[in-house]
């Protein structure tokens, strides 16, 4: 396989992973996917900022994370967030240090 192919599949694939979160998995919480995946849809917008900055595109957290909420954060807390249990935000804890560290 070339490498215009390869970034193109994977391109589509990441394109996919992004839709899927944003339309059809809105119930699944990025808590969930922190504790059990190490990332979650804010990382996932902050390596979208990341890659686009690198390559001199202005870009900041929030629009970055528009692009993969398909609304702001804040509409997107009061349409899908759900409240976490004690025990939940105990784990994130440990997985944003973990997977993140001082990045937000």
């Given at each position: 396989m070339?490498k215009?192919?390869?970034?193109e599949l994977e391109?589509?694939?990441?394109?996919?992973?992004?839709?899927?979160?944003?339309?059809?998995r809105?119930?699944?919480?990025?808590?969930?996917?922190?504790?059990?995946?190490?990332?979650?849809?804010?990382?996932?917008?902050?390596?979208?900022?990341?890659?686009?900055?690198?390559?001199g595109i202005?870009?900041?957290?929030?629009?970055a994370?528009e692009?993969?909420?398909?609304?702001?954060?804040?509409?997107?807390?009061?349409?899908?967030?759900?409240?976490?249990?004690?025990?939940?935000?105990?784990?994130?804890?440990?997985a944003?240090?973990?997977?993140?560290?001082?990045?937000?």
């Amino acid at each position: 396989m070339d490498k215009q192919t390869q970034i193109e599949l994977e391109a589509a694939a990441f394109r996919t992973l992004r839709d899927h979160l944003m339309d059809k998995r809105t119930d699944v919480q990025n808590i969930d996917m922190m504790n059990l995946a190490g990332f979650c849809r804010n990382c996932l917008s902050r390596w979208y900022q990341e890659a686009a900055n690198e390559r001199g595109i202005e870009m900041d957290k929030n629009q970055a994370r528009e692009i993969f909420y398909g609304m702001t954060m804040d509409e997107w807390k009061t349409t899908y967030q759900t409240d976490a249990s004690p025990q939940k935000q105990a784990e994130f804890e440990v997985a944003f240090k973990e997977n993140v560290g001082g990045k937000d």
